[in-house]
């Protein structure tokens, strides 16, 4: 397991329930982060309707720096570059979200939604290693 991961798993509020297929697309979206906005935080990092739902915890807004920096800067310009700054994070989680539509969520192979009742992304190898162990599971109840 990956330093990052390993960190991700340890900060996010409610534990990640994730595949290994999706994590390479959280640690490069962490690994981003960490280099552009120190301090941020992982929220949560889960399955949802086939999807990977990555939440963040943005890193603080530097204002002080930003003054100091910019100090005739008008304030519409700070509040606008705080938004910016709050976007930006977010946009990077967001992209890993986007990256996972399509892959398995066990695997990190081609994948497609699939599913009746409790929906995932899956390759048509791992979806069949699931309804198998379903099967078993339903014959042993």
């Not at 992982?42 to 003054?67: C, D, H, M, N």
């Not at 009742?117 to 599971?137: L, P, Y």
Request: charged share 35%; aromatic share 10%; net charge negative.
């Amino acid at each position: 397991m990956s330093e990052i991961r390993e960190r991700l798993e340890r900060e996010t509020e409610l534990g990640a329930s994730i595949g290994d297929g999706w994590w390479p697309f959280v640690e490069a979206a962490a690994t981003l982060l960490d280099a552009a906005y120190p301090g941020w935080k992982s929220g949560q990092i889960k399955e949802k309707f086939a999807g990977l739902r990555f939440y963040i915890t943005p890193a603080p807004w530097p204002e002080e720096k930003v003054r100091e920096n910019n100090p005739h800067a008008r304030e519409e310009d700070l509040e606008r570059w705080e938004k910016e700054w709050y976007a930006a994070q977010n946009a990077i989680a967001d992209s890993a979200e986007r990256a996972c539509s399509g892959v398995c969520e066990n695997c990190g192979k081609p994948g497609e939604v699939k599913g009746d009742g409790w929906i995932h992304t899956k390759c048509d190898e791992c979806a069949a290693g699931r309804e198998q162990r379903r099967e078993e599971m339903w014959a042993n109840a």
